[in-house]
């Protein structure tokens, strides 16, 4: 079920310029809303002889006041290529609300490589037991 109109914090940024890169927009749109978001993903586009994919990016506000401010100040924003073409971007509610998580479930394994001593194993020889391992040389 989708959150009502105001509670949307989630918009998408479209038809931006395939040659646009993310630290160019995220600098343009720091301009704009500097610290009202708390996510964002940018996607570049594709030039293409049979055909163009424009940039597109997502941004998710803090409150939804902040969401009105941002599309009243940089929906039909202009950007011009350096070919001279313009691009007007639209700003519209992103159709999934839903952000990714950032924290990852940290794995039971990470970081033990250095624990333990080092053995020296042959799982395909069943027959041979697991020996720690002894420096071969010693440096004066």
């Given at each position: ?6 509670e ?9 310029p395939?040659?646009l ?8 749109i ?5 610290g ?5 993903a ?23 006041e ?22 007007r971007?639209?700003v519209?509610y992103?159709?999934f ?16 490589i250095?624990?333990g001593?080092?053995t ?11 020996q720690p391992v ?5 440096s004066?």
């Open positions: 079920m989708s959150k009502p109109a105001t949307r914090t989630k918009v998408v940024i479209r038809n931006l395939p040659t890169t993310a630290d160019a927009f995220t600098a343009t720091n301009k704009h809303v500097q009202t978001y708390d996510w964002m940018y996607y570049p586009g594709k030039v293409s002889l049979k055909r163009t994919a424009f940039s597109r990016a997502f941004i998710n506000f803090s409150t939804a902040a969401v009105f401010a941002f599309k009243g100040k940089f929906d039909g924003h202009v950007f011009v290529s350096t070919r001279g073409t313009q691009y971007c639209s519209e992103a159709p609300q839903k952000v990714p998580a950032t924290n990852q479930k940290r794995l039971a394994m990470e970081g033990t250095d624990k001593t080092p020296l194993c042959c799982n395909s020889r069943p027959h041979m037991v697991c002894e420096p071969c040389c010693t004066p």
